[in-house]
C-alpha cells in the first residue's frame, strides 16, 4: 500500500482521484481548506486534515508522520475572471502555497510531485490540437501563476531531484459513473454545468457567449475530458517519475462547440435547455483543443469517457440527482 497527500482532495478533481487511490486499495491523506471543496466529497476511508496549504506550521504536521510516497497537489485559487481583478493575489498564492508544498515534500524525502496544471498556460494558441512544444503564453493571472509554479517544479527537479508530472487539463467535465461524486463550484461558471442546471430548472437559462467566432456554427469549441479520465492520467504518470519529470496536455483531442453542448444536454436530458445569446466573454479563444499523443504514447492513457455523450450523462446522472449538490448528499 502507498501513502498519498492530495492537497484540494476535497474539490472536484482532486476528489476524483481520492475516490481512485482508495478504491485501489492506497492510503490517502487529504489537505483542503474547505472554502471550495466539500467534507462529503471527500471518501471516509481518506483522513482529511481542513487547514491552508501555505501554512508553515500545518505542513510540517502533515508531513510529519511516514513518507509520502507522492504528492498531489490541486488546491489553488482556479477562477480566470477573479484572476484578472486580482492578479497579484492569485500569483502570491498559488505560487507561494504550491513552492512551499514542494519544499515541505522534498524536505521530508518525498520524491514525486504531480501538478493541477491548465490550458491555460498556452492563452490564444497559435495552432490546435495544442501539444507541448505550444508556445507558453498566458492571457490571464491565473494561468500565469500555473505557469510560474511549473516553472519552480523544474528548480526543484534540477537542485533537489523532486519529480514532477504537470498535467495540463483542458476542459474537465463530467462525475464519477458510479454516481458518488460530481462537480459542485459555488459560483459556477462552467458550461457544463450551467447547461444542465438550466435545463432542470436549478439554474437560470444559460447564456451563450458569443455566437460570431470563426468556427462552423459560431460559437467557441472546447476539448471536454471526463474528471474520471483525468483521475486517471495522475496514477499512470506516478511509474515515470521513478526517472524523470515530465509535462502533459490532457485533454481527449476532439473539439465540441457551445451549440454542440447544449443539444447534447438536450438529447441526453430528454429536456430543452432555455438559453440566449449575448456577447463574448472577454478572454475567451475561439477553439481550443488538446493534443494527448504525448501522455497516450509515454503512459498508455486512453480517455474511457472519451465521447461527449459519456461525459454528459455522467454529470446529468449526478445533477438530476443533487441539485443542490454536495448539500443533497447523504454523506
Ligand atoms: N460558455 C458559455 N456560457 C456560459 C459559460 C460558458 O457560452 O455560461 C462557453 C465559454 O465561452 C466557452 C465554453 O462555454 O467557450 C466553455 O467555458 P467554460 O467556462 O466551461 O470553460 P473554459 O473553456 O473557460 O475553461
Redesign the pocket.
Known amino acids: 500500500m502507498a501513502r498519498y497527500l492530495v492537497t484540494g482532495g476535497a474539490g472536484y478533481v482532486g476528489s476524483h482521484l481520492v475516490l481512485a487511490l482508495i478504491e485501489r486499495g492506497e492510503e490517502v491523506v487529504v489537505l483542503d481548506n474547505l472554502r471550495q471543496g466539500h467534507r462529503a466529497a471527500v471518501p471516509p476511508e481518506a483522513r482529511l486534515v481542513v487547514g491552508e496549504v501555505g501554512e508553515p506550521a500545518l505542513l510540517r504536521e502533515v508531513f510529519s508522520g511516514p513518507r509520502f510516497d507522492a504528492v498531489f497537489h490541486f488546491a489553488a485559487l482556479s477562477l ?1 475572471g477573479e484572476s484578472m481583478r486580482e492578479p497579484l493575489r492569485y500569483c502570491a498564492e498559488n505560487v507561494a502555497n504550491s513552492l512551499r508544498l514542494a519544499e515541505a515534500a522534498v524536505r521530508a524525502g518525498c520524491r514525486k510531485f504531480v501538478l493541477s496544471s491548465t ?2 498556460l498556452f492563452g490564444d494558441p497559435e495552432r490546435v490540437p495544442i501539444d507541448e512544444e505550444a508556445r507558453l503564453a498566458p492571457t490571464s493571472a491565473y494561468g500565469e501563476s500555473k505557469l510560474m509554479v511549473e516553472r519552480g517544479l523544474e528548480w526543484a527537479d534540477r537542485v533537489h531531484g523532486l519529480r514532477s508530472a504537470c498535467l495540463r487539463y483542458f ?1 474537465a467535465a463530467g462525475a464519477d459513473p458510479a454516481g458518488r461524486i460530481g462537480e459542485d463550484h459555488e459560483p459556477e ?4 454545468p ?1 447547461a444542465i442546471g438550466a435545463a432542470l430548472g436549478t439554474r437560470p437559462p ?5 455566437a460570431d467566432y470563426p468556427t462552423p456554427d459560431g ?2 469549441i ?1 476539448d471536454y475530458v471526463h474528471v474520471s479520465d483525468l483521475a486517471d492520467a495522475h496514477i499512470r504518470v506516478l511509474n515515470l517519475l521513478e526517472e524523470r519529470s515530465v509535462r502533459y496536455n490532457l485533454g481527449n483531442g476532439t473539439g465540441y462547440s ?1 451549440r454542440q ?1 447544449i443539444e447534447t444536454v438536450e438529447r441526453i436530458g430528454g429536456r430543452p435547455v432555455p438559453h440566449s445569446y449575448g456577447p ?2 472577454a478572454g ?1 479563444p475561439a477553439v ?1 483543443v488538446a493534443s494527448s499523443e504525448r501522455i497516450r504514447r509515454e503512459t498508455g492513457w486512453a480517455p474511457r469517457f472519451g465521447a461527449l455523450d459519456d461525459i454528459v450523462r455522467t454529470a446529468w446522472a449526478w445533477h438530476a440527482a443533487h441539485p443542490r449538490g454536495f448539500a443533497d448528499r447523504s454523506a
Open positions: 480566470v490550458a491555460a476542459n461558471t462552467h458550461l457544463i450551467l444559460l447564456t451563450v457567449f458569443g460559437t467557441c472546447r457551445v453542448v463574448r466573454r475567451d481550443l
